[in-house]
Structure formats: C-alpha cells, structure tokens
C-alpha cells in the first residue's frame, strides 16, 4: 500500500483527509517510510495504525507501547530535547506516569469539574455579553478560545487579565512547525523562557501561599520523595496549558462548524437541547481534536498479524479509528442522537485525557448560553487551518448572527477555584453520618425473619444478603446463613426467605446437607412458617435450570410450610435484575398484608468511611476459598491460526503443592485479578491513582468482604476484591440518579432504572442489559454522576472463583493439572473499549517463569467421572474447550492400559472451526487413537461450505454409536449448554430412532432414561 507520510502537515492542509486514513485503517497497520522533505530530513518510517480495536490496545499496553521511549511526537527528537520532553506526563510510563499524574488526579475527578459549574456558567455569560452586539466575530478568537482561557485562569489560580499570554503561549507551542505561523526558532525560544518565567514567578506564590487552584496543588507535591524541580514544573505548566486550552478550542470551534455544515442537526439540537450532551460526543467522535500520537514498541509483538519489532515507531491516528466502520453505523455521518458513541477523542488506557471531564462541561454550558443567546449563529465564510498532523484546530474562523443585548453578569458569584476533593454525600441527600444498621424511623415490630442461601459462586449470597438489609430496615429482627446451617433447624414460626442456585442440576456446596434433609423429611413439622423462595440460574442449562429452588419450593410446602408468595427465577442469560425485582416488591407487600405494616423504601446506614493513607502495606492474599499459591509450569497458545482474527485457547499447566491432590473430573478453582488496566480506569474515575493507600472503616454491624481497617492500596482493593464489569442492576441505577443534579443526566438513569420495564423494548434491557453495561461503564458515560468511592465500593459485589474443569489425570501428571482456557476478549458490547473476561486473561498473561496464581481443587460433586470399570465403553462430546475433561479421561486410560488393565472402547467427538485453527491437542488425540486408546471423530465447521458439528458425526456414526450404547456405554458432554448440549440430546434420540427401531416418542423417552440411569452425563456453561 503506497500512502503518503500521514506524519507530515501537507496531507492535512484542507482538514482530515478521512478517505486517506480510511484506506490505511483497512489495511493497519501499514508500514510508513518517512522521507526527507523541505522542512524535514527523513526519517526510519513507523506503523500507523488506524482500527480501533488496534488504537485501543496500543493505547492500553504502556508495557509494549511506550510513551517514554520515543515521545510522543513522531519525529525523531534531538537527545537534549528528548530528555527534556521526558520530563512532561504525556512522555512517561507507568510508573512513572501514575505517579506524576497522581498529583492532579483528584482535581480533574467529575465530581469536583461539576462543583466548577457555577463558575463556568458565568464565563460563558460573560464571553457571549462580549460578543453579542457585534453581529459579526471572529469565532475562533473571541469565544472558542476566550472560553477555556477564563477557565484555565481559574484552574491555574492566576489572574483572569493573564488569560491572554495563556493563549500567546499556547499558540507558540502548538504552531512553531506550522510554515504559516511567523515562529522562528529565536522566537518560540523566547516566547517558551517567558512563558516558564512566568510559572515560576507563580509557583513562589503558590509555595508561600497556596490556594484551592491546580498549580497550588501541583507546586506543593511531592514525587518521588521531594518536591517537583523547576525543570519538571516548567513542563508541567506547558502541558496543562495546551491541555486546558486547545482542545476545548477545537471542540467548540468544531462545534459550530459542524452545525453550520448540517443543518438539519442544528435543528434537531435547537429543538431539543437535553441533545447536547450526545451532540457533543459527535462533536468529538467526527471531528477529535487531536488526530495522532506516537508510541514505541518496547519489545517485539505483533499487532494485527504484522510483526511489530522493538524499537518500531507506532502512530495511533484517533482520527481514523473514530470513523472505523465496525464500530460505527454510518461512521461518516454526523448524527448528533448517536448512541453508542464510543469513540477515542479523548484518547484510551494510561493516557487517557485527564481533563475530559472538564472539556465537556465547558462545551456543554458554553453551547447552552450560545444557542439559547444567538440561535442563528453560524459559520459565515471560510475558516483558516491550522496547519498541523498533530492538532485538528483552526486560526480563524468567521461567523454572523443576529445581535442581541448584553444580559449582564449572572447573579451568582463563581468560585475562583475547585476545591480539591468532593463531599461524599449525594445532592439531594444529607450527608450519611450515624453508623447503625437502619434508621431510627424503621418500623421496629421484632418479627423473626431468617434469610438463607444456597451458593457457589457469589450471586445468590449477594442476593441473600441485600435481602437481610432490606428485612433490618423493615424492622425484622433478622438472621443470615447458609442453608446447610438449618439442615433440619428450621423454625417453625415467623418468615423464611431462602435464595439458592443450581450447579449443573446439583445442589450449591453449602445446600447439600439442606437438601439431603429436606428430601427426607415428612409430616408436617413447618405448619406454622411463612417463606418465599428466589432461584438463581441460567436458561442455557435448559434440563436443570432452576431444579434445586424448586425441589426446595416443593419440599417446604410439603412439610407443611404456607407460600407467602410464589417462587422467583432470576436468569443469569436474561434481565436476572428485572426478575430479581419482580419478586422482591410483591414479596415484602404480601409480608406488610400480612402484619398489617405498609413497609416504604428500606434505609441502610452507608456501610464504608474511606480514609486515604501516606504508606504502604505488604500485600495481603484475599482468598476465602482455601486457595494456595500455585505457580504456572506451562503456558502456551493451542491454536494455530492468527490469534488477533480467531481467538485465543491457551494450554495452562499448575504445579501443585505438595499436599494437595485431584482426580480426573475434578475442577480447579482460579482466584482472579482485576487487569492493570481496567483497576486503573475504575482508579482514576474516582481521582486516586491505583496506588494510593487508604483504609476502609465499618460505619455499621453489617458484614463485608472488604478488608475493613487494614492498609491497602485502592489498586489490590480494586483488583483482588472486586467484580467490575458486572451489568449494573436497576438499584445500582437508581443509586447513580441519586448522585446526579444535571437535569440531562438524571431522567435518563432514571429511565433506564425504571420498574416494570423487563420486556424485550425496555430502556434497561435495550441500553444495560443487551450491552452488558457495568457502573463504570455508566460512570464513564455520565460524567455529571458524582458518585463518591465509598457508595461505588457498597455497590459492588466480591470477585467470585471461576472453575475449570481439569484437563489431565493424576496418572499421568500427579503433581500438575492442567487446564484449557477459552481467552474472552473481543469489542465491549456497551461499546466502550475492549471486554476481557477476567480470569481467562489473568491466567494467558502468567508466564511460565514464576509467576503465581491462586487456586483450589474443587470436586465438583458429580457423576460427571470415567466409570469405576475401566472396560465400560465410554462416549465423549465436547467441541472446543469443552475437550478438556476428556483429554484427562483419555490420560487415564492410557495409564491403566499401561498398568495392565483392561480398557472399554471409547468414542471421542471433538469440534472445531478448521484443522489448521483450532484443532486442539491434535498430535495427541491423533495419537490416542492410532495407540487405540479412542476413536477419534472431528467435526470441522468451516472447512467446508456445509458447516458440519459433533450431532452431525453422531449421526454419521448412527450404527457404531449405537453398539455401544446397547453394551451399557456411557456418554459425556462438556460444552455450550444452550445450543450444543440440546442439540446432541436431540442427536441421540434420532440415532435411537434410526437404529434402535423406536418411534420419535420411544426414542425421545429412551434418551431420558440415559439421563434418569446416570448414563448421560453433562458438565456443560452457559454461552453469556
């Protein structure tokens, strides 16, 4: 592909050449030579890359893609010069960066941009009294440029009159490559001496009398020990300069331009201005005030299957990725209703914008007062560019409109600067202060009220916990356990709630004795107690779903037990939230009728108080589970085709400690980390680095999984404590519209947390649900939600164990399990960066040089294990990672047959998309079956035009199949319990059909009792 050097201003002299960058963004990343030119002399060339899957993972993996290395700017630096912009935040890495960054972090947070609103609103009265009467203006200079400028003077803490070389400054350090600009090199020199003159006659100022401003904040930190040297603090001032200033210039300057340019968006602004907040994310989106910046590789890798070596320049264009069609419906368009909008205008990962927040709120008041003011402003000829690859920004820019009288300044005095963090309590709530359990106004009736629960994996006991508070509100003298604690001690009085989930049609761990004993149980000992029951599951396990609540549900009525209300079913594939609160409302209403108390909305005392710390902790392991740190012998890709385009399976090998042993069939349970950079994102939200230390203080008796009044940094909280990408329930919603004032922003949550809103046209089914949006995700699209951190801590709930089942043998590895994992990573369906399942990325990134993770043995407590006679013929299903299990029972064949024992035939039905992809530990099935240790039947769905699947080889197999089901054989499925696991049941009804002589009922009738006998087995996950 021959495209021009896109590092050079000419091919940007008329705007964005989009078509350009689209050419390249199909291809990225392109390889660029770099040749000499008038104002340049050449250089090594650089990759630029355009996509926006690729832009992302640059801009998220500073350990690859350096910012320090090179800089940022894609020429080549002098090394004096280099040194010198390493110096700036922008050219830092973590660590560095994040402690640099740490120091204004909590300056930039929304919650303290939104306590600026008042100050920002009359700037923009102000800047629009200036300009109103005129009629015809300069748009660039006297209002997109005027109004970051007063924003900036109060940010900086320094005079509003000062404003003006603010701007002189800036254009010099923006403009000194520009032809055009009338900069000489002695020139800028002098202008860039000034300018840093200037802050340091500031930063005395600030040093002898600090003030609530940025640079008080910035002058009086220390980093690394002491405080900032003059060099770091001229830089520092540059680069909240330019920060603070030109890119709030282009977006509003763009903004008009844009409206000028399509009118039929102008109108449907004008006719609805809650618009604006969307509008301006297009704003962004199509014309991103920053087009490119430069990364270093640090080491090789590979980006989009070209390989990318150490010390490769790297240009990641926003430009191009924000019109990348994959991501965009109708990218060219300028839609100003556009949702979702994730675009990178603001950049992505460490280096994200800190002052995104800012830019917008500015943007947002000033077009408010601007349009409501003049509402036929416009662009009124042409506007002249800057010439610039780097900023996407404008000299000049005419406009007219009808004049108007001043109004004045507004009525209420700004304040001159942002205090430096923010209270805690939502707006529309007094601050949360008494540590008690529930409020003094509760209903205290005393009633019993025993809450149980059945779990494996967290959903249920977070279920059953919120129920315990609720019923603490209501004034129920209350108690919380497991179900296995009143196996056969339940009361015979008063309520029971009791939320339980299924395990692959099998009681949760903590449920089986309950389970065991309600089974047996007769007569009717519970006559005199009232209960409801709530079950969680997933409808992909279609046979099992909901099996335990209901023999629970059946069982309690049996013994006599009356039904308050009748039994819900969360469902982890649906709306589990919207399910959740169908239940719990008529529940505690059909409670109230029966005491004759009209319960209202239950109230909890806020459960943490967050106190941040100057030092730091030894890290302490969190684990509940028993876990042991067991270290990673092996890890290495399975697949062979490009992993960028087809996925990723890693073959994962752990070394187990000494005492600890498994057997074939068992589960290994993985603790997992948060990554690095979703800990930072969820960081930084709040204006804290990740490693700042704090302690949790209990406000109530309530129990938590959180470390209370331990030392930790927010990072280990945040990573080792926490689910974060869960999909927000409805109550988390409403808790975000009680920390919100903007009158754009809080119907739009409250919308979305709406009750009675569970059908398939919903707001929370279509914009949370569907797209699997957390509260980051929410936090990050609301910016004017001014949550505070420890109401989002309350919120959240413990990072839970994944399993995976074992796919090895004791036999063959007795000291190493091993495990197949499926990596989840692909474009977030709430269309903000990247999704990447937490475990199965924390286990691909553990190298096999030492590092750790923290695990258990779980047995899986069913039948799901190769029969005790090694000579039962054995059937195996499993497409994908659902070889894993199979893979440890063909080990353990193998080692008995090598033993001396006899082995029964066996048949494995394995699939994959196509023999040079995915074809999972092929060498060694293949050898399994030429050492006759299984027949081997592989299933390739995309080798060929007609896609062919495990069912489809069992019924290929219909005789031989069969045979062996006639001589007791037993068959196993592991995989997709939605799709593959019915459709395999299906397949085996018709193999008995065809050749056992059965009709369709008979053959279907003959399957269930392979499943009743205990002769069809499953271990089967739901898709979601």
Same mark, same amino acid.
């Given at each position: 592909m021959n495209l021009p050097d896109i590092a050079a201003i000419e091919p940007f002299d008329h705007g964005v050449p989009f078509d350009m960058l689209a050419e390249m963004r199909r291809a990225s990343p392109v390889w660029i030579p770099e040749p000499a030119s008038e104002h340049f002399g050449g250089g090594p060339g650089y990759w630029a890359v355009g996509r926006h899957a690729d832009v992302t993972h640059v801009a998220q993996n500073p350990q690859w893609f350096s910012s320090w290395l090179g800089g940022t700017t894609v020429r080549e630096q002098r090394p004096k010069d280099l040194e010198q912009l390493r110096l700036m935040m922008q050219n830092m890495d973590p660590p560095r960066h994040s402690k640099m960054r740490k120091i204004v972090n909590r300056a930039f947070t929304p919650q303290v941009i939104n306590q600026l609103q008042a100050s920002i609103e009359a700037h923009a009265r102000e800047v629009v009294d200036a300009i109103c009467e005129k009629g015809e203006i300069d748009f660039l200079t006297e209002a997109a440029a005027e109004m970051p400028l007063l924003v900036l003077a109060d940010i900086l803490g320094v005079p509003a009159q000062d404003r003006h070389k603010l701007f002189e400054w800036t254009n010099a350090l923006i403009a000194f490559e520009d032809p055009d600009s009338g900069f000489d090199r002695k020139t800028f020199r002098e202008l860039v001496l000034e300018m840093f003159a200037y802050a340091s006659a500031r930063t005395l100022e600030k040093r002898a009398q600090p003030t609530g401003d940025?640079?008080?904040?910035?002058?009086?930190?220390?980093?690394?020990?002491?405080?900032?040297?003059?060099?770091?603090?001229?830089?520092?001032?540059?680069?909240?300069?330019?920060?603070?200033?030109?890119?709030?210039?282009?977006?509003?300057?763009?903004?008009?331009? /844009? @409206?000028?340019?399509?009118?039929?968006?102008?109108?449907?602004?004008m006719a609805d201005l809650s618009l604006l907040p969307s509008a301006i994310e297009e704003m962004l989106r199509f014309a991103p005030p920053v087009i490119q910046f430069r990364r270093t590789a640090s080491v090789d890798t590979e980006l989009n299957g070209r390989r990318i070596r150490a010390g490769d320049k790297v240009l990641i264009c926003f430009a191009a990725a924000n019109r990348d069609e994959t991501v965009f419906d109708r990218p060219d368009e300028f839609d100003i209703t556009r949702q979702p909008n994730p675009h990178l205008a603001f950049g992505n990962g460490t280096h994200f914008c800190i002052g995104a927040n800012l830019a917008r709120l500015e943007a947002r008041v000033f077009f408010t007062e601007l349009l409501t003011r003049l509402?036929?402003?416009?662009?009124?000829?042409?506007?002249?560019?800057?010439?610039?690859?780097?900023?996407?920004?404008?000299?000049?820019m005419p406009a007219r409109f009808t004049p108007a009288p001043r109004k004045g300044p507004l009525a209420h005095a700004p304040s001159p600067s942002a205090p430096l963090m923010a209270a805690s309590a939502p707006p529309d709530e007094p601050p949360r202060a008494a540590p008690t359990d529930a409020p003094a106004t509760a209903p205290r009736h005393g009633t019993p009220m025993l809450v149980l629960y059945g779990s494996n994996f967290g959903t249920a006991e977070e279920v059953a916990h919120k129920l315990a508070v609720d019923a603490r509100g209501h004034g129920f003298d209350t108690s919380i356990d497991e179900l296995d604690a009143y196996s056969g001690q339940l009361p015979t009085s008063g309520y029971l709630l009791i939320v339980c989930a299924t395990y692959n049609g099998t009681p949760p761990d903590n449920a089986r004795a309950f389970i065991r004993w309600l089974d047996g149980a007769s007569g009717t000992p519970l006559a005199g107690l009232r209960y409801s029951v709530f079950g969680c599951g997933n409808s992909d396990w279609a046979s099992t779903f909901q099996a335990i609540p209901q023999r629970i549900d059946a069982g309690l009525a049996r013994l006599g037990a009356q039904r308050v209300h009748p039994r819900g079913e969360g469902d982890a594939k649906d709306d589990f939230d919207g399910c959740l609160d169908a239940w719990v409302q008529p529940t505690w209403g059909r409670i109230g009728n029966d005491l004759g108390i009209e319960f209202g909305k239950p109230v909890a005392g806020a459960l943490y108080g967050i106190e941040v710390l100057e030092t730091k902790r030894a890290r302490a392991f969190t684990g509940t589970f028993d876990a042991r740190p067991m270290r990673v012998a092996v890890n290495h890709e399975l697949r062979t085709g490009p992993v960028q385009e087809i996925g990723s399976t890693r073959h994962i090998e752990i070394e187990l400690p000494a005492d600890v042993s498994y057997r074939t069939g068992d589960h290994l349970g993985v603790l997992p980390r948060n990554d690095e950079t979703l800990v930072q994102r969820a960081a930084a939200r709040f204006g804290l680095a990740p490693e700042?230390?704090?302690?949790?203080?209990?406000?109530?008796?309530?129990?938590?999984?959180?470390?209370?009044?331990?030392?930790?940094?927010?990072?280990?909280l945040l990573a080792d404590y926490v689910e974060?990408?869960?999909?927000?329930?409805?109550?988390?919603?409403?808790? @975000?519209?009680?920390?919100?004032?903007?009158?754009?922003?809080?119907?739009?949550?409250?919308? /979305?947390?709406?009750?009675g809103q569970t059908g398939e046209n919903g707001p929370y089914r279509a914009e949370v649900l569907s797209r699997r949006r957390s509260v980051l995700?929410?936090?990050?699209?609301?910016?004017?939600?001014?949550?505070?951190?420890?109401a989002y801590l309350e919120m959240l709930p413990p990072l839970s164990p994944r399993f995976y089942s074992i796919a090895s043998?004791?036999?063959?590895?007795?000291?190493?399990?091993?495990?197949t994992v499926s990596v989840v990573a692909g474009p977030a369906r709430s269309g903000q960066?990247?999704?990447?399942?937490?475990?199965?990325?924390?286990?691909?990134?553990r190298n096999d040089d030492g590092d750790v993770?923290?695990?258990?043995?779980?047995?899986?407590?069913?039948?799901?294990?190769?029969?005790?006679?090694?000579?039962?013929?054995?059937?195996?299903?499993?497409?994908?990672?659902?070889?894993?299990?199979?893979?440890?029972? /063909?080990?353990?064949?193998?080692?008995q047959r090598a033993g001396g024992q006899a082995i029964g035939e066996a048949m494995l039905f394995f699939g994959c998309r196509h023999p040079e992809q995915d074809y999972l530990y092929r060498s060694e099935l293949q050898a399994f079956a030429r050492d006759g240790i299984t027949e081997l039947h592989v299933a390739f769905s995309r080798l060929k035009a007609r896609k062919i699947y495990v069912q489809d080889l069992l019924r290929e197999q219909c005789e031989r199949v069969w045979s062996l089901l006639a001589r007791g054989a037993m068959v196993y499925v592991c995989g997709d319990a939605s799709h593959m696991e019915p459709d395999v049941r299906s397949a085996l009804a018709d193999v008995t059909r065809m050749c056992g002589g059965m009709n369709d009922e008979e053959a279907r009738a003959h399957v269930d009792s392979l499943v009743s006998g205990g002769r069809y087995l499953v271990d089967v996950w739901a898709t979601g």
């Amino acid at each position: 592909m021959n495209l021009p050097d896109i590092a050079a201003i000419e091919p940007f002299d008329h705007g964005v050449p989009f078509d350009m960058l689209a050419e390249m963004r199909r291809a990225s990343p392109v390889w660029i030579p770099e040749p000499a030119s008038e104002h340049f002399g050449g250089g090594p060339g650089y990759w630029a890359v355009g996509r926006h899957a690729d832009v992302t993972h640059v801009a998220q993996n500073p350990q690859w893609f350096s910012s320090w290395l090179g800089g940022t700017t894609v020429r080549e630096q002098r090394p004096k010069d280099l040194e010198q912009l390493r110096l700036m935040m922008q050219n830092m890495d973590p660590p560095r960066h994040s402690k640099m960054r740490k120091i204004v972090n909590r300056a930039f947070t929304p919650q303290v941009i939104n306590q600026l609103q008042a100050s920002i609103e009359a700037h923009a009265r102000e800047v629009v009294d200036a300009i109103c009467e005129k009629g015809e203006i300069d748009f660039l200079t006297e209002a997109a440029a005027e109004m970051p400028l007063l924003v900036l003077a109060d940010i900086l803490g320094v005079p509003a009159q000062d404003r003006h070389k603010l701007f002189e400054w800036t254009n010099a350090l923006i403009a000194f490559e520009d032809p055009d600009s009338g900069f000489d090199r002695k020139t800028f020199r002098e202008l860039v001496l000034e300018m840093f003159a200037y802050a340091s006659a500031r930063t005395l100022e600030k040093r002898a009398q600090p003030t609530g401003d940025v640079w008080s904040l910035v002058v009086n930190a220390e980093f690394e020990g002491e405080q900032l040297s003059k060099a770091q603090l001229d830089r520092f001032f540059q680069l909240l300069m330019v920060a603070g200033n030109e890119t709030t210039r282009n977006l509003i300057a763009h903004g008009l331009m /844009l @409206l000028s340019t399509y009118p039929e968006q102008r109108r449907k602004l004008m006719a609805d201005l809650s618009l604006l907040p969307s509008a301006i994310e297009e704003m962004l989106r199509f014309a991103p005030p920053v087009i490119q910046f430069r990364r270093t590789a640090s080491v090789d890798t590979e980006l989009n299957g070209r390989r990318i070596r150490a010390g490769d320049k790297v240009l990641i264009c926003f430009a191009a990725a924000n019109r990348d069609e994959t991501v965009f419906d109708r990218p060219d368009e300028f839609d100003i209703t556009r949702q979702p909008n994730p675009h990178l205008a603001f950049g992505n990962g460490t280096h994200f914008c800190i002052g995104a927040n800012l830019a917008r709120l500015e943007a947002r008041v000033f077009f408010t007062e601007l349009l409501t003011r003049l509402p036929d402003i416009e662009v009124s000829g042409p506007a002249i560019r800057a010439r610039s690859s780097f900023i996407n920004g404008f000299k000049h820019m005419p406009a007219r409109f009808t004049p108007a009288p001043r109004k004045g300044p507004l009525a209420h005095a700004p304040s001159p600067s942002a205090p430096l963090m923010a209270a805690s309590a939502p707006p529309d709530e007094p601050p949360r202060a008494a540590p008690t359990d529930a409020p003094a106004t509760a209903p205290r009736h005393g009633t019993p009220m025993l809450v149980l629960y059945g779990s494996n994996f967290g959903t249920a006991e977070e279920v059953a916990h919120k129920l315990a508070v609720d019923a603490r509100g209501h004034g129920f003298d209350t108690s919380i356990d497991e179900l296995d604690a009143y196996s056969g001690q339940l009361p015979t009085s008063g309520y029971l709630l009791i939320v339980c989930a299924t395990y692959n049609g099998t009681p949760p761990d903590n449920a089986r004795a309950f389970i065991r004993w309600l089974d047996g149980a007769s007569g009717t000992p519970l006559a005199g107690l009232r209960y409801s029951v709530f079950g969680c599951g997933n409808s992909d396990w279609a046979s099992t779903f909901q099996a335990i609540p209901q023999r629970i549900d059946a069982g309690l009525a049996r013994l006599g037990a009356q039904r308050v209300h009748p039994r819900g079913e969360g469902d982890a594939k649906d709306d589990f939230d919207g399910c959740l609160d169908a239940w719990v409302q008529p529940t505690w209403g059909r409670i109230g009728n029966d005491l004759g108390i009209e319960f209202g909305k239950p109230v909890a005392g806020a459960l943490y108080g967050i106190e941040v710390l100057e030092t730091k902790r030894a890290r302490a392991f969190t684990g509940t589970f028993d876990a042991r740190p067991m270290r990673v012998a092996v890890n290495h890709e399975l697949r062979t085709g490009p992993v960028q385009e087809i996925g990723s399976t890693r073959h994962i090998e752990i070394e187990l400690p000494a005492d600890v042993s498994y057997r074939t069939g068992d589960h290994l349970g993985v603790l997992p980390r948060n990554d690095e950079t979703l800990v930072q994102r969820a960081a930084a939200r709040f204006g804290l680095a990740p490693e700042t230390v704090i302690r949790i203080t209990a406000r109530t008796h309530r129990e938590t999984f959180l470390p209370v009044n331990e030392r930790i940094t927010l990072g280990e909280l945040l990573a080792d404590y926490v689910e974060l990408q869960n999909v927000a329930t409805r109550a988390q919603i409403r808790t @975000l519209a009680a920390y919100c004032e903007c009158p754009f922003t809080r119907p739009r949550l409250e919308a /979305l947390a709406a009750d009675g809103q569970t059908g398939e046209n919903g707001p929370y089914r279509a914009e949370v649900l569907s797209r699997r949006r957390s509260v980051l995700d929410l936090l990050d699209t609301f910016a004017a939600i001014q949550l505070p951190l420890d109401a989002y801590l309350e919120m959240l709930p413990p990072l839970s164990p994944r399993f995976y089942s074992i796919a090895s043998s004791p036999l063959h590895a007795p000291h190493r399990c091993s495990l197949t994992v499926s990596v989840v990573a692909g474009p977030a369906r709430s269309g903000q960066g990247r999704y990447e399942g937490v475990c199965s990325n924390h286990l691909a990134r553990r190298n096999d040089d030492g590092d750790v993770v923290h695990a258990f043995v779980r047995d899986p407590q069913t039948a799901f294990r190769l029969p005790a006679d090694p000579r039962t013929p054995i059937i195996m299903i499993g497409p994908g990672t659902g070889l894993a299990p199979f893979r440890g029972f /063909l080990q353990e064949r193998a080692a008995q047959r090598a033993g001396g024992q006899a082995i029964g035939e066996a048949m494995l039905f394995f699939g994959c998309r196509h023999p040079e992809q995915d074809y999972l530990y092929r060498s060694e099935l293949q050898a399994f079956a030429r050492d006759g240790i299984t027949e081997l039947h592989v299933a390739f769905s995309r080798l060929k035009a007609r896609k062919i699947y495990v069912q489809d080889l069992l019924r290929e197999q219909c005789e031989r199949v069969w045979s062996l089901l006639a001589r007791g054989a037993m068959v196993y499925v592991c995989g997709d319990a939605s799709h593959m696991e019915p459709d395999v049941r299906s397949a085996l009804a018709d193999v008995t059909r065809m050749c056992g002589g059965m009709n369709d009922e008979e053959a279907r009738a003959h399957v269930d009792s392979l499943v009743s006998g205990g002769r069809y087995l499953v271990d089967v996950w739901a898709t979601g």
